[in-house]
């Protein structure tokens, strides 16, 4: 699961802070970032926990950037109206900007 090593690399993790953080040993999460083992549904749940990004992203089946900005204005307490209004004001400024 490439994607695991990019997320590790990406947070400045060692192998072994992820291992310690998961409660996993580290040649689990090598063997995860290195294709040799798949992890169970539990396990991808505490990656997925762990790196805020969804169980499809690790699994290749999304791109991770809206599910990092989501999870993240909900860990801040932003709710679903708050990013619906920032959308429509995304949206305007764009218009605007094409008519420039």
């Given amino acids: 699961m490439k994607r695991l090593r990019e997320l590790r690399e990406q947070h400045g993790y060692t192998l072994e802070q992820v291992a310690e953080a998961l409660d ?3 040649q689990y999460v090598s063997n995860y ?6 992890p169970d549904y539990d396990t991808l749940k505490k990656f ?3 790196y805020q990004v969804s169980i499809d992203y690790l699994l290749e089946r ?3 950037e809206f599910t990092r900005v989501i999870n ?4 801040e307490g932003v709710t679903a109206e ?3 209004k920032a959308l429509e004001f995304l949206r ?3 218009e605007r ?3 420039s």
């Fill in 72 to 75: 993240k204005a909900k860990a």
């Fill in 24 to 26: 996993l040993r580290n």
């Fill in 33 to 38: 970032e290195l294709g040799k083992r798949r």
């Fill in 92 to 94: 305007y400024a764009k």
């Fill in 48 to 50: 997925a926990d762990f």
């Fill in 62 to 64: 999304e791109d991770g």
């Fill in 82 to 84: 708050d990013l619906e």
């Fill in 97 to 99: 900007d094409a008519k």
